[in-house]
């Protein structure tokens, strides 16, 4: 079974320009989860998807990041424009409905703001 | 919110020693899920072990272990004869059923296998 896959691996782009990062959860997994990982630090949530639905989007900033799961299968999330600050690896994850179940993770996206 | 603590930032542990990376949690409710997490150097986050609240008994994996406290609200790691591959950072995680799939996350810590 393949795991949740995520594009690009690394992404180097000059502040103010858009960078777009794309994951595929694995099959049949309706949570679906971005993070945000600075180095040496813990995940910490920026949106959730339940299916289609962010259900949790509090931890987003909206002025310049934007996130779509239009069919309730693979997501985008955007940021337009980067800041120095964006520099971080963005993690995706996803998981099934059960009560006790585990999230499953992608290799992640290493994004440099230059 | 839930808030997970990770009180050790770095931990180091000779080969084939034991050694244990401590969490805390601060939480009201009774039913919940914890998990340890291992992240090794610029690879993907894998689950090491989980926990379900409402069991008494430890959970165990391999060289894996955890000591649940849950009136203390500890769930620490006990690594077995460490390996120089369980170099990592480690997190642990609580999940609560009550916010459906919201996962907290502790700051991690860093652990070094000195062969």
């Known amino acids: 079974e393949a795991g949740v896959v995520q594009s690009p691996r690394y992404k180097i782009i000059e502040k103010k320009q858009p960078v777009a990062f794309w994951c595929n959860p694995i099959?049949?997994?309706?949570?679906l989860y971005w993070y945000l990982q600075n180095l040496g630090q813990g995940p910490e949530l920026l949106i959730r998807?339940?299916?289609?639905?962010?259900?949790?989007d509090s931890q987003l900033p909206k002025d310049r990041f934007s996130a779509e799961r239009l069919k309730g299968v693979d997501s985008t999330l955007k940021i337009q424009p980067a800041e120095l600050g964006d520099s971080a690896v963005y993690l995706c994850?996803?998981?099934?409905?059960?009560?006790?179940?585990?999230?499953?993770f992608g290799p992640g996206t290493r994004l440099t703001v230059l | 919110a839930q808030t997970v603590t990770q009180s050790q930032p770095e931990m180091s542990v000779q080969e084939a020693e034991t050694v244990t990376l401590s969490c805390t949690y601060d939480?009201?409710?009774?039913?919940?899920?914890l998990f340890w997490y291992k992240q090794p150097p610029s690879r993907q986050m894998i689950l090491v072990i989980r926990q379900e609240a409402y069991k008494q008994q430890n959970a165990t994996e391999n060289r894996f272990s955890v000591n649940f406290q849950k009136a203390a609200k500890s769930f620490s790691l006990k690594i077995s004869d460490s390996q120089l591959g369980d170099a990592a950072m480690y997190f642990c995680?609580?999940?609560?059923?009550?916010?459906?799939?919201?996962?907290?996350f502790g700051t991690g810590t860093s652990l070094t296998v000195i062969p």
């Open positions: 939480t009201s409710e009774s039913d919940y899920y």
């Open positions: 994850a996803s998981s099934s409905q059960g009560r006790n179940n585990e999230q499953f």
């Open positions: 099959s049949g997994h309706n949570t």
């Open positions: 998807y339940e299916n289609e639905e962010a259900v949790d």
């Open positions: 995680a609580y999940r609560s059923p009550n916010t459906g799939n919201q996962f907290y």
